[in-house]
């Protein structure tokens, strides 16, 4: 059974172009979250997403950020019109269900440089 | 509002000694507290649950125990080795069971 799978591990954006980042969630997993990470500092979360419904995006800026998790397909966290400030690690976990009680399975990240 | 304090500190430690980590919290009432291990590069992985009706849990040369009235969570690892330096991430369940991070402490045991 594969892990959480994100794609592109790392990815260089210039000032102002699109940036996606993609996550498959482990087979079986309805549940995905996503986080960004500047390094010295904590996760900090961004967004959890069931199939095709956004559940709590409090910690997505409201500017230039979306993401999606549609019924066929992986996970996509969008940013538009890059900034220096967007770089960092983007990591993505997933879970069965709710995290209550149990654990998130996390990718590997995505590094996201801005130049 | 709610806060995860772990120490920014580095602990380094010499191989065989037990290795001791702090997560302190405020403004929770956590039914539940999580720790993880994060590698350089790579992302977090889940190593131990433990339930605000248990004292204290142990998986392998790991402990942890959750003390709801002082508001913390120790971690422990007995007789460390140096492929246990990482950085550990305490964990807190936030709404809808989000969990919530702190910044985490980097463990650095030397032979």
């Known amino acids: 059974n594969a892990g959480v799978m994100q794609n592109p591990r790392h990815l260089v954006r210039r000032r102002g172009q699109e940036a996606r980042l993609r996550c498959s969630p482990m087979?079986?997993?309805?549940?995905v979250y996503w986080y960004r990470q500047l390094p010295e500092e904590g996760l900090k979360f961004m967004v959890y997403?069931?199939?095709?419904?956004?559940?709590?995006e409090s910690g997505m800026p409201k500017e230039r950020f979306s993401a999606e998790f549609p019924k066929e397909g992986p996970s996509i966290l969008r940013i538009q019109q890059v900034v220096r400030g967007d770089s960092a690690a983007y990591f993505c976990?997933?879970?069965?269900?709710?995290?209550?009680?149990?654990?998130?399975?996390f990718g590997q990240g995505t590094r996201l440089t801005v130049v | 509002s709610q806060k995860i304090e772990q120490n920014s500190e580095a602990l380094n430690i010499q191989e065989g000694k037990t290795a001791t980590l702090t997560c302190n919290y405020t403004?929770?009432?956590?039914?539940?507290l999580q720790w993880y291990r994060q590698d350089p590069g790579r992302g977090p992985v889940f190593l131990l649950l433990?339930?605000?009706?248990?004292k204290e849990k142990r998986k392998e040369r790991l402990k942890v125990t959750f003390d709801t009235t002082l508001k913390q969570s120790l971690f422990h690892i007995t007789a460390s080795q140096p492929a246990d330096s990482a950085t550990y991430l305490c964990?807190?369940?936030?709404?809808?069971?989000?969990?919530?991070f702190g910044r985490g402490t980097s463990l650095i045991v030397h032979p």
């Open positions: 976990a997933s879970s069965p269900q709710t995290t209550m009680n149990t654990e998130a399975f």
């Open positions: 087979k079986g997993h309805s549940h």
């Open positions: 997403l069931q199939k095709e419904n956004i559940i709590d």
């Open positions: 403004n929770y009432s956590p039914a539940y």
């Open positions: 433990i339930r605000e009706n248990e």
């Open positions: 964990a807190l369940p936030g709404g809808s069971y989000i969990p919530t």
